[in-house]
């Protein structure tokens, strides 16, 4: 096994072998990590490749800007890796490698079936694509020390992103904190806000449309927040074009109330924060419309077509999607199983403090509230569009660049664009 962090190049493979390695096939693997994600993998990978003498797996350890910015445009040009781990799960789909034709189809679709389509973009069909490592679902994280320290109880399981926004300020307000609220710069993390305000993100034709009367509402309540102090404004002000940005730092230092982000920050909250304040999960709040959504979503392990040794890449996705590999990587890296098996059989999440253990079966209970819009958008090839142009018109309207009825026009023009350019 060798392994790239940040594309750099590793040591030469140990001289005693230079004959056999030179025979190997070499597998690149371009790998980001929530956690430690590409660690685990590195370390499975290596009884792979001891079980597979043929075949030699580089793991190139990259940020997570580098999937959603330098992968695409490495691929047009035909020169990406063999193997990723993306979040562009249909988008990205004219690159990817049929496993099907590598694989028991029968296993797959047993244990990956409710997943495998949403690697199969506007092509749909039947190919199997890629393995969902990672199943993820937003939500929020809370201080839970800076309630109390504020004598003030939490909403009710079932309270409205008004009340929680009324509770975020008068816990800020009663302790200092730095910021009542903050959702991550991303198209994707403001999805399930927008579809519980109403946002139906389809047509009725089932193209994807983002500006309708539930997502107005959205918009505006959010711009509103960013306006009177309600959530952390760099976060999203702070940046150009459709940059992510976390806050996942700020709610580390304690300087945050409520974060909404997703579960694949469970095991960085559970490391950083330790024993410095009490925190806990609580889902997503309830909209006017009636839903409670987040949205699904996460990681997959995809080989592309380009490769020149398919069957290799088909075997090492293979070997992680084995019921005790795909256990084994859940439980070191704490994510929620998208394999149905391993699902079903239960995880010990490995190391896993009583926060975090209690996080990670909060978001669990949370998938059953989760719009069918919502898992339709995950699947929808079009989606990374929306995102960004999401992410873009809401920062111009949360700046003053532009009102929020500006914002909405622009947005749709921009997607009716993309749609036309995309066929």
């Known amino acids: 096994m060798k392994k790239n962090v940040l594309m750099t190049t590793a040591m030469a493979a ?27 993998y590195e370390d499975v990978l290596s009884r792979f490749e001891a079980a597979n003498p043929g075949i030699d797996v580089v793991v190139d350890v990259v940020p997570y800007q580098a999937i959603l910015e330098n992968l695409p445009v490495q691929l047009a040009a035909g020169t990406g890796p063999d193997i990723a781990k993306v979040t562009d799960l249909g988008g990205l789909n004219e690159y990817y490698l049929d496993l099907a034709p590598y694989v028991d189809r029968d296993y797959w679709e047993s244990n990956f079936g409710g997943t495998l389509g949403w690697y199969r973009g506007t092509a749909g069909g039947d190919g199997i694509y890629g393995m969902h490592s990672q ?29 929680w926004a009324a509770a975020a300020r008068a816990v800020a307000e009663a302790t200092d904190a730095d910021f009542p609220m903050a959702i991550d710069r991303s198209g994707h993390r403001v999805a399930g806000p ?14 994807g449309r983002l500006v309708d009367d539930g997502f107005t509402a959205f918009a505006q309540q959010f711009v509103d927040w960013h306006n009177d102090g309600t959530i952390a404004r760099d976060v999203w002000a ?18 945050l109330v409520f974060y909404y982000s997703g579960s694949w920050q469970v095991g960085r909250m559970d490391e950083q924060v330790g024993d410095f304040f009490d925190w806990q999960v ?15 979503g996460g990681a997959g392990i995809v080989g592309f077509s380009q490769t020149e ?14 019921a005790d590999v795909y256990a084994e990587v859940t439980a070191r890296t704490r994510n929620l199983p998208a394999h149905l098996g391993v699902a079903n059989a239960g995880v010990e999440f490995e190391g896993a403090s009583p926060a975090a253990a209690a996080a990670l079966s909060a978001f669990a209970a949370d998938l059953g509230d989760v719009s069918p819009i919502a898992f339709a958008y995950q699947g929808y090839a079009g989606n990374r569009a929306m995102y960004g142009i999401t992410v873009e018109r809401l920062s111009q309207a949360i700046v003053g660049e532009l009102t929020v009825a500006e914002a909405m026009e622009r947005a749709a023009a921009d997607l009716e664009a993309a749609m036309a350019e995309a066929n």
């Open 14 to 40: 140990v001289l005693g072998v230079a004959a056999g390695a030179a025979a190997a096939q070499e597998v690149r693997f371009m790998c980001y990590s929530d956690g430690n994600e590409c660690e685990v």
């Open 135 to 163: 199943l993820t679902i937003t939500g929020a994280f809370v201080n839970a020390s800076l309630f109390e320290q504020a004598g003030i109880e939490m909403p009710a399981n079932d309270a409205t992103w008004d009340e």
């Open 194 to 207: 927008a579809i519980s305000y109403g946002a139906q993100l389809f047509d009725e034709d089932g193209n």
């Open 238 to 255: 702070g940046q150009g074009g459709a940059t992510y940005r976390d806050a996942a730092q700020e709610f580390i230092n304690g300087e």
């Open 282 to 296: 609580v889902g997503s709040p309830c909209g006017p419309a009636g839903a409670c959504s987040g949205m699904p």
């Open 309 to 322: 040794h398919p069957e290799a890449v088909a075997a090492v996705i293979d070997y992680l999607a084995q």
